[in-house]
Nanobody, 113 residues
Framework: QVQLVESGGGLVQPGGSLRLSCTAS????????LSWYRQAPGKKRAIVAY?????YYDPSVRGRATISRDDDKGMGFLQMNNLKPEDTAVYFC?????????YGQGTQVTVSP
């Protein structure tokens, strides 16, 4: 059974940093591409970063975010720097291949003074 568990969210001041983690279990993590999504209140879920053969970042986080993974540990990461209030959202880890896509339950990130 595919399971993705996010951690590392919390309350941070503008300009601060967070490192989100995603712990995978129940499947072969290395065989899937890794993505991070976020959903702000009243908005649709949107992609933040993707890591497959190459990396993609939404323009709103480009230069402030780094997506990475440790396949030996079955973990994915999203480092976010210079956080802004508009980064406030629930952040979701996702894995995908040609046939399937799975999401975790999400972790709340709140950026506020």
């Amino acid at each position: 059974q595919v399971q993705l568990v996010e951690s590392g969210g919390g309350l941070v001041q503008p300009g601060g940093s967070l490192r989100l983690s995603c712990t995978a279990s129940g499947f072969t993590f290395s065989r899937y591409d890794l993505s991070w999504y976020r959903q702000a209140p009243g908005k649709k879920r949107a992609i933040v970063a993707y890591l497959g053969a190459s990396a993609y970042y939404d323009p709103s986080v480009r230069g402030r975010a780094t997506i990475s993974r440790d396949d030996d540990k079955g973990m994915g990461f999203l480092q976010m720097n210079n956080l802004k209030p508009e980064d406030t959202a629930v952040y979701f880890c996702s894995v995908s291949d040609a046939d399937d896509q799975y999401y975790g339950q999400g972790t709340q990130v709140t950026v506020s003074p």
